[in-house]
């Protein structure tokens, strides 16, 4: 008996080619290896076995992009357009985040994304050595890298934004014994100077680090980037050494052809967060055009506070939705286009290991339940996982051959101390935010009406609202 071996055995099988089969997997865990895929394997052969039975074995899902710590804000500020929504109510809240919020939101969105099937992500937050530790004593894979934003901001630490972002790319790279892989990530070409922007992609090439940034999510930010220099978002990032093989963008949603052209020419990729744009009212973004041209599309969240939770089981299911309804085509992202797209696309596209379940690949998978009667009757499997499957109805999650859910129960992460430490975290944010505000309130309204004393003031995210309006 192989004391590191780990079989999945009576369960069905999802290959690459969306076809749905009867087979057992056998892993090395100590390579973190699918060593077979066939039916019939003797479970009194290996140290551990899981009887998958009723169940189907999916790749991990790949969550391509998102701001994991943003958890904290999750129903803090909804329904309002990207440029408000970031100004009035996001970036004055970020401001007063401390490592502890930014850990107990990211260990929060790790229990979240592991509880529905996600086994690697790609993150552009702050403080990453937390988000590094957290992802480490969960198991997952990642691909982060500090959010770089310079506006508004003294040109000396402007300038220290941009080196903070290349050396926690350098510092943390094939961290987690190599499940975390880094990326230079400037937040986008309007948060940004193009002074920096240039500098940083210049040395992040040299340095061979890989890029990330946001890019023609809506039209408010494509407009002025023609005016100030005459060429479109995209044509405008190629010229300051932005585009390649080693960057994928967020969101896309307004590009135009020559855009998508050059995105294709360059290999860069894009990914999509549906639910997010759909949300913030940013657009619809033309899938069908950029995978057309051989733009590789991968999937995302984006941050919870625009989405609101990272079930990429939900986000496949709107990037099938919206792109029949964007191109006014029934057939334009089928099912297994679709699951696709949140596997082994989004696995390409941020370029991390997984997202096909193969012989030598690795065991990043996502068990999930069949046993439901939303799963029945069973015409076509892969029909069911695009359009009725959920993060709930996922048993077993396992990345890198480790077991991080068994039965529902996480092996790495003590849930319920998680949700209780973010909701303390949230509690806490919250309350620092509406100090500050009162503080500016006080400093320049000596007569102020606002309701400043900790006996009068309405509570929580409304208090805030009050004195931001």
Not at 142 to 163: F, N, Q, S, W
Not at 249 to 270: F, P, Q, S, Y
Not at 347 to 352: E, V
Not at 355 to 375: K, M
């Amino acid at each position: 008996m192989d004391s590191s071996s780990l079989l999945l055995s009576g369960g069905k099988i999802l290959t690459p080619s969306m076809n749905i089969i009867t087979a057992d997997i056998h892993i090395d865990q100590s390579t973190g290896v699918i060593e077979a895929i066939e039916a019939g394997l003797d479970p009194s052969r290996f140290e551990t076995s899981l009887d998958v039975s009723g169940c189907v074995c999916m790749p991990g899902l790949v969550n391509a992009h998102t701001h994991i710590a943003m958890t904290l804000l999750r129903g803090y500020s909804d329904d309002k357009p990207l440029n408000a929504w970031l100004r009035e109510d996001i970036w004055p809240v970020e401001a007063q985040l401390t490592t502890e919020h930014i850990r107990a939101g990211t260990e929060l969105g790790l229990v979240e994304m592991i509880r529905s099937g996600t086994t690697a992500f790609a993150d552009m937050y702050f403080e990453i050595p937390e988000t590094v530790a957290a992802v480490d004593a969960a198991g997952m894979r990642a691909r982060l890298g500090h959010g770089i934003v310079t506006v508004d901001k003294e040109p000396a630490a402007a300038r220290a934004d941009i080196e903070k972002g290349l050396t926690v790319a350098q510092e943390f790279q094939q961290a987690a014994d190599g499940r975390i892989q880094t990326a230079f990530m400037p937040h986008s070409l309007t948060t940004v100077d193009d002074d920096l922007l240039a500098d940083g992609a210049e040395r992040a090439t040299a340095e061979n680090m890989y890029i990330h940034l946001h890019a023609n999510e809506t039209s408010d930010e494509v407009n002025p980037i023609v005016e100030r220099t005459g060429e479109r978002p995209i044509q405008h990032a190629e010229t300051l050494g932005l585009l390649g093989p080693k960057t994928f963008l967020a969101h896309g949603v307004h590009v135009n052809m020559d855009e998508i052209a050059t995105l294709a020419r360059t290999d860069t990729a894009v990914i999509h967060c549906p639910a997010s744009n759909m949300k913030l009212a940013s657009g619809i973004a033309p899938v069908s055009h950029l995978r057309e041209a051989g733009v590789t599309v991968g999937l995302g969240t984006d941050g919870v506070a625009s989405n609101n939770d990272l079930d990429m089981f939900s986000e496949l299911q709107d990037a099938a939705l919206l792109a029949k309804l964007g191109a006014d085509d029934a057939a334009a992202l089928p099912a297994g286009e679709a699951i696709k797209m949140a596997t082994a696309d989004s696995a390409a596209a941020i370029s991390l290991p997984g997202g096909r379940l193969i012989e030598g690949g690795v065991a990043d998978i996502a068990v999930v339940d069949l046993d439901t009667p939303h799963f029945t009757p069973q015409h076509d499997v892969v029909s069911h996982l695009a359009y009725v499957a959920t993060g709930a109805d996922v048993r077993h999650t396992i990345c890198d051959g480790s077991i991080l859910m068994r039965d529902r129960t996480l092996q790495t992460l003590d849930a319920e101390a998680i949700q209780d430490t973010a909701e303390t975290a949230a509690t806490d944010l919250l309350a620092r935010i509406w100090f500050w505000f009162s503080y500016l309130c006080r400093a320049s309204l000596k007569d102020s009406h606002l309701p400043l004393s900790r006996e009068s003031r309405p509570s929580g995210r409304e208090g805030i609202r009050q004195l931001l309006n």
